[in-house]
């Protein structure tokens, strides 16, 4: 009897911790989401944002989405629900190509299979993932993407809302000399204040003469762009410090602003178009299916 009593305690106790992983946490319609289903949600989304992020800031990304991933996962449920009932396939050859670019990221076939097992994960889990993704884009493109139009008069429209975007700043174009040399940064300085010229000077002094291009308004360091835009054009500016090094620099052209015409915006446009009708398209679909779709929640 004590025999069966240990058996039965060990049965009960291994029942537990297959329970704690096959924990239903949500329903979609004739399909159960565990506990496990969750997890292995989660380590997927976190070897996917490994390719970009580690460490702390990795864990705090993850922690951030933890909220919503259920919600995630109920959404990718009904999303492939649907791609079913049309028989929606996938070309194996995707899937591969798409594992050996993930592989090509690790460099070695055992660092990818470590990653892998850091995040309770084999091979076939992320080939089912990558499967199902594809799925989902499939219908996505069937059944949304595929059915947007924008018609000329919507990108004329934008265009004529929106002028200001369109407007390319003033750009001016410089030359500059870089050295370590305060002395000789003033030498250089005084040679070309008497009308020598800004390559030939570079040259006479073994060093380099770069030409540049930039805009006002953040695209440079501030002290470089609160001195070289005051600069009229043929101007010289004075050695500037910055660092250990005396840059010297030289306005050569300056490039007005102008308006793109709406030939030169269309693509940006029918781009901006595109994406926000799909972002409003895609909603509608997915808020229908999930209004015809029986979800159940667990609150336990």
């Known amino acids: 009897m004590a025999m069966v009593k240990n058996i039965l305690i060990v049965l009960l106790l291994f029942s537990g911790i297959c329970f704690a992983q096959d924990k239903i946490v949500a329903v979609v319609n004739d399909e159960i989401i565990t506990q496990k289903d969750l997890n292995d949600f989660v380590n997927f989304m976190r070897m996917q944002l490994s390719v970009e992020l580690t460490g702390e800031r990795l864990e705090q990304k993850i922690q951030s989405m933890k909220a919503d991933l259920l919600d995630k996962l109920i959404e990718d449920r009904i999303i492939l629900q649907e791609a079913k009932k ?129 805009k006002q308004g953040g695209e440079l360091r501030e002290e470089l762009e609160s001195v070289i835009f005051k600069l009229n054009l043929g101007g010289i500016s004075e050695p500037l410090k910055i660092g250990d090094t005396f840059y010297i620099f030289k306005l050569i052209k300056i490039i007005p602003f102008r308006q793109e015409s709406l030939i030169e915006g269309q693509d940006k446009i029918q781009e901006f178009i595109f994406n926000k009708k799909m972002q409003e398209d895609l909603l509608l679909w997915l808020t229908e299916l999930k209004k015809n779709a029986y979800i159940k929640i667990s609150t336990d």
């Open 86 to 214: 049309n028989k929606v396939l996938v070309d194996e050859n995707r899937v591969k190509a798409k594992i050996d670019e993930i592989k090509s990221r690790y460099g070695r076939e055992a660092e990818f299979q470590a990653a892998l097992a850091q995040q309770g994960l084999v091979q076939a889990d992320l080939e089912l993932r990558l499967r199902e993704q594809l799925l989902m884009y499939s219908i996505i493109e069937a059944k949304v993407k595929s059915k947007i139009i924008i018609k000329p008069s919507e990108v004329t429209e934008f265009y004529q809302k929106n002028l200001e975007e369109f407007k390319t700043p003033e750009e001016r174009e410089f030359e500059s000399i870089t050295t370590n040399d305060k002395d000789l940064a003033q030498k250089i300085y005084d040679d070309l204040k008497k009308g020598e010229d800004f390559l030939e000077t570079a040259k006479k002094y073994s060093l380099e003469a770069k030409s540049f291009n930039a």
